[in-house]
């Protein structure tokens, strides 16, 4: 299967694009996002990485009529899971939180939470293709993110927002003069997860405190998540506000524990070379 093939996209206006992996048919299947800018290009997460990313933005023409002008497409993980990382080898940049460089530079599929069966992928991206085989390639990155970085883009600007919790590494990149933000796994419109290696729920109560203050603050309009849809300010409120309330109960903590060892064993079983 070709690369135009698998994916699909569609232009939100202002140089940014949403792109997603049509045979990738999972509640797992991340947003890939591409930001143009003036001087530099950036695709936020990359998705399983089965059919080549970059050939695909070439062929569409998603950079515009003259994109060697430019510094190299830069590919930035919002984390390192494998939903959102496993594309990032088809890229010369990389970038990436510090807490995570480690797990994508030595192809970790216990911490970047491998996980793929046959029955999510509609379709074969190649003959005798099987989910039993697929693994997080190594990349080194090549951009090292921590808080408070700027990614400058030209035209417009992207700040780093370490926001641990989901994992270790999680960030969201945060457009403030458009209002935008690229919440990778930090937050999205479904049920949070933080059970598997190297969630905290105390890490994520403090990433959503930080998220009510971006919107009491008036400093986002639009969230721009890892999965599902787009939602605005109001939404990024009450879902944020919610798992505050809701993470330190009893019930929470049983069930997060429960999850937790389930998805270690399997994890572990399923990528035991990773979990040394």
């Known amino acids: 299967m070709s690369a135009a093939d698998w994916y699909a996209h569609k232009s939100l206006g202002d140089g940014l694009f949403w792109i997603q992996e049509r045979f990738y048919q999972s509640e797992n299947r991340a947003n890939i996002w591409l930001l143009r800018g003036t001087h530099q290009d950036v695709v936020i997460d990359t998705g399983l990485g089965l059919r080549s990313l970059p050939d695909y933005i070439d062929d569409k023409g998603l950079l515009g009529k003259d994109p060697q002008r430019k510094n190299p497409l830069l590919a930035i993980a919002t984390h390192a899971h494998f939903d959102h990382s496993g594309g990032l080898h ?150 944020a506000s919610t798992y505050i309330n809701r993470a330190g109960t009893c019930p929470a903590k049983f069930s997060t524990f429960a999850w937790s060892t389930l998805a270690g064993v399997a994890l572990r079983a399923s990528n035991p070379r990773s979990a040394c």
Not at 118 to 147: C, F, M, N
């Open 90 to 239: 088809q890229f010369q940049q990389v970038g990436v939180h510090s807490a995570e460089v480690d797990a994508l530079a030595n192809g970790d599929n216990f911490e970047t939470v491998t996980w793929l069966s046959d029955r999510e992928i509609a379709e074969s991206p190649s003959p005798g293709w099987r989910a039993r085989h697929y693994k997080v390639k190594a990349v080194q990155p090549t951009h090292i993110l921590q808080e408070g970085d700027v990614i400058n883009l030209g035209d417009r600007q992207l700040t780093v927002l370490h926001m641990p919790g989901h994992s270790r590494g999680s960030i969201c990149l945060h457009d403030r003069d458009n209002k935008l933000l690229f919440s990778g796994d930090v937050v999205y419109d479904g049920a949070m997860i933080d059970w598997l290696p190297y969630s905290r729920v105390s890490d994520y109560i403090s990433s959503c405190e930080r998220l009510v203050g971006l919107v009491d603050s008036e400093q986002v309009d639009q969230v721009l998540p890892g999965h599902y849809n787009t939602f605005g300010a109001k939404r990024l409120h009450r879902i």
